[in-house]
């Protein structure tokens, strides 16, 4: 993998800040009666209008501006004309590019009133990925961080995929290393995290089994148990002695 430049981590952080606004807005946006696509295209709207490119939009022929995976879809569900109702939980994945490089987050709304199993499975998700933040610095192995990532959610008796994962990013939006969010990393899968390196930390977790799998669509990752499952992403600098957040 190799380290970023100055000039490279600002530009990803030009990427990094529209994609932080615009989660931020949609906060207010999501609520139950509107469909998928309407979040989709609000998210096109705003990353054009700020001057970026929708990076998702033609990556593998892909064609759209989001990924929002409702319920037990983990992973990468195309926007549709599904309406989104009281209850459900929504995870919006954005990637947005300034002059060649990309920066990516992910985030798990609920619509409306959810269920007390629903807010427990968001906070714990959404505090894994601090944590998983917290434990990134020079010098680290992303083996050491996953532990720290699998120890909390298993406490909380959740599950972790692990079929999918973090990564690198910059001028592609996936580059090396993968990064799983577990222990137990086989050495040769292991990697070092140096101070320059740009990557994505993004744990999802599961309510039931930590299995995935892919639907006829060929795009949508869910649940095998078909419960349901959050996920939060954050693009992160490492630095000496921390993880500078970017998104």
Same mark, same amino acid.
């Given at each position: ?19 932080? @606004?615009?989660?931020? &807005?949609?906060? %207010?946006? #999501?609520?139950?009666?509107? /469909?998928? =696509?309407? $979040? ?72 409306? @009133?959810?269920?007390? &199993?629903?807010? %427990?499975? #968001?906070?714990?998700?959404? /505090?894994? =990925?601090? $944590? ?116």
């Amino acid at each position: 993998m190799q380290k970023k430049t100055h000039k490279e981590i600002d530009r990803i952080q030009k990427s990094g800040n529209i994609i932080k @606004e615009c989660h931020e &807005e949609l906060h %207010h946006f #999501i609520k139950p009666g509107i /469909t998928t =696509l309407d $979040i989709d295209s609000y998210v096109e709207s705003f990353i054009r209008k700020n001057k970026a490119y929708p990076s998702l939009k033609g990556f593998n022929n892909y064609p759209f501006a989001t990924c929002c995976s409702v319920n037990q879809s983990v992973a990468h569900e195309p926007p549709s004309k599904r309406t989104l109702k009281e209850g459900d939980i929504v995870s919006v994945d954005i990637v947005a590019n300034v002059e060649g490089y990309h920066a990516d987050r992910c985030f798990t709304y609920s619509v409306g @009133e959810v269920d007390s &199993e629903m807010k %427990h499975l #968001i906070n714990v998700a959404d /505090t894994a =990925l601090k $944590i998983g933040v917290s434990q990134c610095k020079e010098g680290r192995k992303i083996s050491e961080v996953g532990q720290e990532i699998e120890d909390y959610v298993l406490k909380h008796q959740f599950s972790i995929v692990y079929q999918l994962g973090g990564h690198g990013i910059g001028r592609e939006i996936h580059e090396e290393p993968f990064f799983p969010h577990l222990g137990g990393i086989e050495e040769g899968w292991d990697f070092l995290l140096e101070e320059g390196m740009v990557l994505t930390i993004e744990p999802m977790l599961n309510i039931g089994l930590p299995e995935i799998v892919l639907k006829e669509d060929g795009w949508t990752y869910e649940t095998i148990d078909r419960k349901n499952s959050a996920h939060f992403e954050h693009t992160i600098l490492i630095k000496d002695d921390c993880a500078e957040v970017l998104t």
